[in-house]
C-alpha cells in the first residue's frame, strides 16, 4: 500500500510542465507588429494593467529610453520608427526593475509614493522603501 506522500508525488509528476506556476508575476511581453514605417504595439494597455502604474509615467519612460515619438490609440500605442520586439522588451523589462519589483523581496507590491525630498517605491509586501528617480 502506497503512502499519501508518495501518491501526492506520482500525482504532482503527472501534471504538464506548462500548469505549473512558478511565480504569480510575469514581465509581460510587448505584442505587435510593423505598419510601414511604424511600429504598433496592440497590447500596450494590457501592459499597464499588468505593470499596475500610470499609462503616462510608463510612455514618457518607454518614449524615451526607445528615442521615438509615439502616439496612444486607444489599447494600442503607435511608435514613430521601427522597433524590434526583443529591444521594446528589454526596455520593459528594466522598467519592471527599477520602477515595479522590489529591491528587497522581489514582489510587485510595490507604489511609487512622492514625499518632499522625491519618489520613493514603496513595497507593500515587506514594507522596504528605496528612493527613484522619475
Given at each position: 500500500m502506497k503512502t499519501y506522500e508518495q501518491m501526492l508525488d506520482?500525482?504532482?509528476k503527472l501534471i504538464p510542465k506548462?500548469?505549473?506556476v512558478t511565480s504569480r508575476f510575469e514581465i509581460p511581453k510587448a505584442k505587435g507588429h510593423i505598419q510601414g514605417n511604424k511600429t504598433v504595439i496592440i497590447n500596450f494597455a494590457q501592459i499597464i494593467g499588468d505593470l499596475r502604474r500610470e499609462k503616462d509615467h510608463f510612455l514618457k519612460y518607454l518614449l524615451k529610453e526607445l528615442a521615438t515619438p509615439g502616439i496612444f490609440d486607444g489599447p494600442r500605442l503607435v511608435l514613430g520608427r521601427k522597433v524590434s520586439a526583443s529591444f521594446i522588451n528589454?526596455?520593459?523589462k528594466v522598467y519592471t526593475e527599477t520602477f515595479v519589483l522590489c529591491?528587497?523581496?522581489g514582489?510587485?507590491?510595490t507604489q511609487i509614493v512622492k514625499k518632499d525630498d522625491g519618489s520613493y517605491l514603496k513595497c507593500g509586501a515587506c514594507g522596504a522603501q528605496r528612493k527613484i528617480k522619475i
Open positions: 506520482e500525482g504532482i506548462e500548469f505549473i528589454d526596455k520593459i529591491n528587497e523581496c514582489k510587485p507590491d
